[in-house]
């Protein structure tokens, strides 16, 4: 019953920067936790960081420092603010969410499609 749309991969030099959205939708649902994943080839997906409903934030130690996860609760938008990008950030980037939904609050864990990210000179 929830979707979720990632948008703004591509590709960016060591360094630079880029920003990732995630836009969730449907209706009748309440998000609770939602998150970046990333998987490079040949290698498991990786939570990157996620952020709760309250505020609270996680990174993984990879990222820390880098990288920036905030959200828009209005618009139910999760955004990664990805800075100082290093060749080994290079990965399909995916969001993730987690909540309840209808009339009976059921759970839900939703994941989008995937958005590249290729950091490469």
């Known amino acids: 019953q929830v979707q979720l749309v990632e948008s703004g991969g591509g590709l960016v030099q060591p360094g630079g920067s880029l920003r990732l959205s995630c836009a969730a939708s449907?209706?009748?649902?309440?998000?609770?936790?939602m998150a970046w994943y990333r998987q490079a080839p040949g290698k498991q997906r990786e939570l990157v960081a996620d952020?709760?409903?309250?505020?609270?934030?996680y990174y993984a130690d990879s990222v820390t420092g880098r990288f920036t996860i905030s959200r828009d609760s209005a618009k139910n938008t999760v955004y990664l603010q990805m800075n100082s990008l290093k060749p080994e950030d290079t990965a399909v980037y995916y969001c993730?969410?987690?909540?309840?939904?209808?009339?009976?609050?059921?759970?839900?864990?939703?994941w989008g499609q995937g958005t590249e990210v290729t950091v490469s000179s």
């Open positions: 993730n969410a987690e909540g309840t939904y209808g009339s009976r609050w059921s759970g839900f864990r939703s």
């Open positions: 449907g209706s009748g649902f309440k998000v609770n936790t």
């Open positions: 952020i709760t409903s309250g505020g609270s934030t």
